[in-house]
Structures are given as C-alpha cells and as structure tokens.
C-alpha cells in the first residue's frame, strides 16, 4: 500500500510530453541546438549528390538506394511503426461488435420454439488517468525512431558504396604500380645478367634482382584477391550478383572546402542515429508513464442494444428492441506485485535508455574528432610524400647511372627501387586514407541523410 500511495502521488507525471532532458552541460548545449534552424549550408546538410560528383560513384550510390537489402528492410520497419501507431491514435475510439444467434427447443413432442437475438456491444474505456494517452505517444515516438533509423541507414549506404567505390580504385592503382614495377624490375634482373657476363657484378647481385621481382610477383596476387573482394563487398551493397565493376577512378576526388576549429552541437543534433536514440528515450519515458498509470482504475462505458424475440422468461413473436447501458470502474488493489516490478523495470530501462542517449552524443563527438583530423593529416602526408616519391625516383635513376659506370653497386640500386616502390604504395594509401576521412566526415555529420 506504501508504493502503490507513492505511485499515486507522483500521478502528475502521466499526463506529461516528453521533453529533451537538461541534466548536464551536453543535454542542455544539445536541447538548445535542436531549436536553431538547420543551416543548409553545412557540410552534413549538402545532398549528397553535391558531395559526390564522379558519374560512376552517383550511378552506383542511386542503384544502392534503389535495390539494397537493408534499405528496404528499414524501410519496412518504417511501415510497420507507422501501422502500429495508426493502431495507438484509434484505440480512442469505441469498439463495436455484432454477435447474432438464434436456438431451437422442443418439449414433449411440442413444436419447435424459435428464439434469436440479434445484439450490437458497443464498448468504450474513458482516458481518465493518461492509459490510451501514453500508448499513442509511446507508438508516435517509435514511428519516429524508425524514421530515424532509416535515414542512419541511407546514410551508411551512401557512405558505404563510396567508401568501397575508392578502395577499388586504389587496389587498382597499387595493381597498375605494381605491374609496371614488376615490368622495370624484370628488366633490372636481364641488365644484372649481362652485367654478370661482363664481370662488373657476382652471382649474388642476379639471383637478389631476381628475388626482388618475385617478390613483387607474389604481391600482386594479393592485391587481385583483395580486389575480388571488394568487387564481391559491391556487389552486395546493390544487391546483384558478384561481378567485376569497372571503376577507373584515379582517387582524384574534389571535395568542398572543410574548416573547423570546433564541432558544433548543431551538426551533432541533425545526425540520424543521435535522433533515434533520443526517440528511443521518449520511447521508455512513456513507456514508464504507462506502468504509473496501470495503478489508477479504468472507466469503461458499455452500451447493448439489438432485436429479440426473448424477452425475460417469455418468447414473444414477432420480437422487440431492448438496449442495456452501463459502466465499470476497475481499481487495481493486489496484482501479486507486477504493477510496481512493471513500473522499476521501466524506470530502468528509462535509464539505460539516458544512458545510451548520452553515449550516442559522446560517441558523435568523437567520430566527427576523428575523421576531420585524419583527413586534414592526410592532406599534410600527402604533400610530403609527393616530395619524397620525386626524390627517390632520382635516387633510381643515379644509382642505375651509376652501376653501370662502375661507380655504384646492385645493392644500392635494389635499395633505391624498394624505397620509391614502398613510398608510391604509401602515397596511394595516404589518397584512399583522405578519402575515407571525407566520407566519414560527411556521415558524421549526418550527410546522405
């Protein structure tokens, strides 16, 4: 009787609409941001056919969106909330039910007496204490989070098709690098071979050469199993069968220009995955609103009326209306404790759902931290690998100069051909990693949305 006196007492709260709670500095900046207007201009907020401008990238990205799997299924889900809560809004309404039926008796070899009835109900729960209430906004708020999980899920589509657009068009460019390296160094292992008969290098210097160009052999088949790979990961994200794309791209994408010192809240707040979990929020805040109301009475009002030959304890032919009304109050007074253990298990996982929300935030925060320093760092790597790939291609070509003035050795010829070799695969790396960075920036943002 105390808990069910404490829960009565705390009645207020039932009829109350989920607001954004304020109970931190991050909750507080966040309720603040989602009353600005959305700045259109933001680089989350741009189409995401303004982000991406490749043809071949746009085709892909709009058979993503048109056929995927996960897509559709979000979408579905979307549907199924929406049914639901079309469901919550008429549960206002009073149900209506025509149940007719009719019997036969016969006494002592009398003839049959007929009697029938043909009765409508007419049942309707008065909303006194916020149950139907809640139920419609618990439905509303998950239609919501559906929504918002569809857009996090055309997000992750776009950002996924670009994501693995670039990272075959760099596993094709290491395939090109590697197979003129292969060409040059299989060369290199002819020029030893001559230079062995003339007595300028030993044995060793040839079977080194050779072993250098075996092993850029072996590489190669790694990089064509990879690029199986990705070209099986595409199929998959447009859902058609495994097949060969014919992406050419030379990883010179454009890009608009990015500069921030900070993150703005507002970014933040526009992200999909960040909306739902706040839906999810509203979605466990009603849902412990509608275990409070379980310990208030229900009101219901009935109404029966219909057409009867049975009336009392007599048979009457032809028969007559009747109609009945009445009302129930139903108070709860002992359900073997489900109502309170109903109502901690909702205020727990109210919890768990702040808990998440919060997380989700944080979580934001540093996704968008991440991917804008990678990419203003991979800018910076670039430039210096640009300089050191220029250099060190010099570098091969005086130490080829110089061993065939006998003035240089093999080593150093091998060394100079490895260092521009690993200097042009990083440099192909450092393309794929600024590109990676700007579409994860872009879905931080909540781009594609």
Not at 170 to 197: C, D, Y
């Amino acid at each position: 009787m105390v808990a069910g006196s404490a829960v009565l007492l705390s009645g207020c709260h039932i009829y109350k609409k989920y607001e954004t709670p304020q109970t931190s500095a991050l909750t507080r900046a966040y309720a603040e941001a989602r009353k600005a207007p959305a700045d259109s201009a933001a680089f989350g907020n741009l189409l995401w056919e303004n982000v991406f401008t490749d043809p071949v990238l746009v085709d892909l990205i709009n058979r993503a969106l048109t056929n995927n799997k996960d897509l559709r299924n979000a979408k579905l889900n979307v549907d199924i909330a929406h049914a639901q809560m079309k469901g919550a809004r008429l549960s206002y309404l009073p149900s209506v039910a025509l149940a007719p039926n009719g019997a036969g008796s016969s006494y002592a070899g009398s003839d049959i007496s007929w009697t029938y009835q043909l009765p409508a109900q007419v049942s309707w729960e008065i909303d006194i204490f916020g149950k139907t209430l809640n139920r419609k906004r618990n439905a509303e708020a998950a239609y919501r989070m559906s929504e918002a999980y569809a857009r996090a899920t055309r997000s992750q589509i776009i950002s996924a098709v670009a994501y693995n657009y670039y990272a075959i068009a760099a596993v094709n460019s290491q395939l090109e690098l590697s197979r003129s390296t292969a060409r040059s160094w299989g060369e290199s292992v002819e020029v030893m071979k001559n230079l062995k008969l003339a007595g300028r290098v030993t044995e060793a210097a040839v079977v080194q050469s050779a072993a250098q160009y075996y092993s850029i052999q072996a590489s190669i088949t790694d990089l064509e199993v990879q690029l199986d790979q990705l070209n099986n990961t595409m199929s998959l994200l447009l859902n058609e069968m495994p097949q060969n794309w014919n992406i050419t791209s030379t990883l010179d994408f454009k890009t608009p220009e990015i500069v921030r010192s900070a993150i703005p809240m507002a970014e933040l707040a526009s992200r999909p995955d960040v909306e739902a979990a706040e839906e999810a929020l509203a979605v466990a805040y009603y849902a412990t609103n509608s275990a409070r109301a379980a310990f208030y009475p229900g009101l219901s009002i009935t109404a029966n009326g219909g057409f009867t030959n049975l009336l009392g304890s007599f048979v009457k032919n032809p028969g007559d209306w009747f109609y009945q009304l009445a009302g129930s109050l139903t108070m709860p007074l002992f359900a073997r404790g489900q109502n309170i253990a109903g109502l901690e298990a909702a205020k727990a996982q109210q919890k768990q759902a702040m808990n998440n929300f919060e997380y989700a935030l944080l979580n934001a925060s540093a996704e968008v931290s991440d991917a804008l320093t990678v990419y203003q760092k991979s800018a910076e790597k670039e430039l210096l690998l640009i300089e050191q790939v220029q250099n060190l291609e010099k570098s091969v070509e005086y130490t080829q100069d110089l061993l065939q003035y006998s003035t240089g050795t093999y080593l150093e010829v091998l060394t100079a051909q490895q260092s521009l070799l690993g200097a042009q695969t990083s440099f192909i790396s450092s393309r794929l990693s600024q590109a990676r960075a700007f579409i994860n920036l872009y879905q931080a943002l909540g781009g594609g949305r």
